[in-house]
């Protein structure tokens, strides 16, 4: 069965003024939409036609379009689901607890998770992943995740998307700007599930 894009739990301009509507709809129906047809026709006729995702992410390293546009597609998933409009503030129980333990505060998480997505050079992603029952923040380039054994080679639960076509439109150059912005539209109840599924 060919993969498909998820559908949205919220409008085009429901994480404004953070994410733009205009932004939104291009990243969605246009560069998402583009990994998932191009994932397709890599896969065609291969032996990981068929596979699940994560499957494909875990043995591409060697295909870089099955690479590049496995990777788009997940991570965008991810990245859909764990935003929310009127979302925001910070975790608790659990969640909150790790991210005490492995940074100290929410503050200095937030702090570590920026620097992460800012020092990105080019096009890439910043990651929070449950690695060995620990929290890390790392970063990796391109399309590339931690399911394939890049950066932090853990199970991701929160992904920040720092390619320009994500905030340009709004931000400009400005990608300090959208990562503080990015902050008030995390819902921390989902990111919490997939803690809880992960450690």
Known sequence: MAFELPKLAYAY???????????????????????????????????????SIEFILQHCKDKPAVRNNGGGFWNH?????????????????????????????????????????????????????IEGGKLVICSTANQDNPIMGEGCKGTPILGLDVWEHAYYLNYQNRRPDYINAFFNVINWEVVAKKFAAAK
């Open 13 to 51: 301009n429901a994480l404004e003024p953070y994410i733009d509507a205009r932004t939104m709809e291009i990243h969605y129906t246009k560069h998402h939409q583009a990994y998932a047809t191009n994932l397709n026709n890599a896969i065609a006729g291969t032996d990981l036609e068929g596979k």
């Open 77 to 129: 998933n991810l990245f859909w689901e764990i935003m929310a409009p009127k979302a925001g503030g910070t975790p608790t129980g659990e969640l909150a607890q790790a991210i005490n333990d492995a940074f100290g505060t929410f503050e200095h998480f937030k702090d570590e998770f920026s620097k992460a997505a800012t020092t990105r050079f080019g096009s890439g992603w910043a990651w929070l992943c």
